[in-house]
């Protein structure tokens, strides 16, 4: 698990802010953004970080750095692309839309 939480349940918030990600990158559509948030509330997965979760901006960039998809030091993500269960695993997007994202879900990078 992670912390508290289990793998799966990270997963639905990371699934959550891929698609928040991948609608500000203009590859799907507000609809579908919220299509797939439903999907994963009506099976009872979370949705966004606990309101007591203290994970800032820099938390998650930190941890991003490291993380298994990063490939000559770029991080590639799996993002929604086009209609439900269309995806890319990429490096290619631009970088204010994950910082976007990231300020959407966890805290200010200088709420240590």
């Known amino acids: 698990g992670y912390g508290e939480w289990l793998h ?7 699934t959550v802010m891929a ?4 609608k500000r990158l203009g590859w799907i559509d507000e609809d579908l953004a919220e ?3 439903s999907l994963l509330e009506r099976a009872k997965l979370p ?6 979760c203290p994970l800032t901006v820099d938390d998650f960039r930190n941890t991003m750095a490291i993380d298994k998809k990063v490939a000559n030091g770029v991080l590639r993500l799996i993002l929604l692309d086009g209609p439900l269960g269309g995806c890319k695993f990429t490096g290619e ?17 200088d709420s240590a």
Do not use: I
Request: hydrophobic share 45%.
């Open 47 to 52: 949705v966004a970080l606990p309101e007591d």
């Open 19 to 22: 698609a928040d990600m991948s």
């Open 93 to 109: 997007y631009d970088r204010k839309c994950l910082d976007e994202t990231l300020a959407e879900f966890a805290l200010p990078a």
């Open 35 to 37: 299509r797939a948030k």
């Open 8 to 14: 799966g349940e990270a997963v639905s918030v990371g």
